[in-house]
């Protein structure tokens, strides 16, 4: 009976939290292979699903102008961009352009290179880049932040991780965490105490749900296709999850389908997520 009230309250509190626009949108990697066949089908797709604000993973083939244009003509903006740590590394002025056109208030860090284990000497290297992407693009106007894949979550013999060097040297001024909650779980990391452990640095999340019975993957960023499910009917806690997101800022809730099917998949969970308060 308590647990039930406890996650009564949850629910309660998330449709609550949920009040302000919090947006539900499409990271477009989920329809990757529509978006490949037709940008332009794909854009009309992502515009019948329901979605107005989407997170883009490249342009396929367009120029980023084109590519605005289709987003444009379907009555879509592109909140969000996913460009590579390499790229600005070596050319963030071409990046911070091609963000400006395609109208992105945020510049996302999806994956940080490395070999073998992501190592705190790692974090290191990376949090001093971070750092200097999120100053330049501070001053072009643009948000910077980084997207957790779980290999940052190996602890090391403290019991620290890397990712606890990533929040300690980078400035919260400068440098924002979108946490994509499959990943955390799938690192044996619970979102909830994350959240609680840095209530200042989540600013966006990546919805995707891993099915009931599925254990911890480890820390190698990959999973079973399996793995992925709808919304709603997996093992996370969404309730708790969504409504601890808003508490600490959160503002911007992005679907990542990786089912196997995620043109069927996507529009229950929307219908889900709807029930928590949070819609497109």
């Known amino acids: 009976m308590k647990s039930k009230l406890i996650a009564a309250l949850a629910l309660l509190s998330a449709t609550a939290f949920a009040a302000e626009p919090n ?24 515009r019948k699903m329901g979605f107005t604000v989407v997170e883009s993973a490249g342009t396929y083939k367009m120029t980023p102008a084109e590519f605005r244009a289709q987003a444009d003509a379907h009555g879509i903006k592109i909140a969000c961009g996913h460009f590579s740590y390499d790229r600005l590394l070596t050319e963030p002025d071409s990046v911070i352009a091609e963000a400006k056109v395609l109208g992105v208030s945020n510049v996302i860090v999806a994956w940080i290179p490395h070999k073998g284990d992501f190592t705190v000497d ?46 300690k040297e980078t400035d919260p001024k400068l440098v924002f965490v979108e946490m994509d909650v499959f990943w955390v779980v799938a690192a044996g990391q619970d979102p909830v105490a994350l959240l609680s452990k840095y209530p200042d640095r989540f600013k966006m999340f990546h919805v995707k749900d891993m099915r009931k019975g599925a254990t911890a993957v480890g820390y190698s960023g990959g999973a079973p296709v399996e793995d992925n499910v709808i919304v709603g009917q997996g093992r996370m806690d969404w309730p708790a999850i969504i409504s601890k997101g808003l508490s600490v800022g959160a503002n911007t809730f992005f679907i990542e389908d990786e089912t196997s099917d995620p043109v069927n998949n996507i529009p229950p969970s929307l219908t889900y997520l709807a029930t928590l308060g949070l819609k497109p």
């Open 122 to 167: 790692d974090a290191h290297v990376a949090a001093k880049n971070f750092n200097k992407f999120g100053a330049a693009l501070k001053a072009a106007g643009i948000g910077f932040g980084f997207h957790t894949h779980g290999y940052e979550f190996k602890p090391v013999a403290d019991g620290s991780s890397a990712f606890d060097v990533l929040l």
């Open 23 to 46: 947006p539900v949108g499409l990271q477009l990697w989920s329809l990757r292979h529509e978006m490949e066949a037709s940008v332009s089908d794909g854009m009309a797709l992502v």
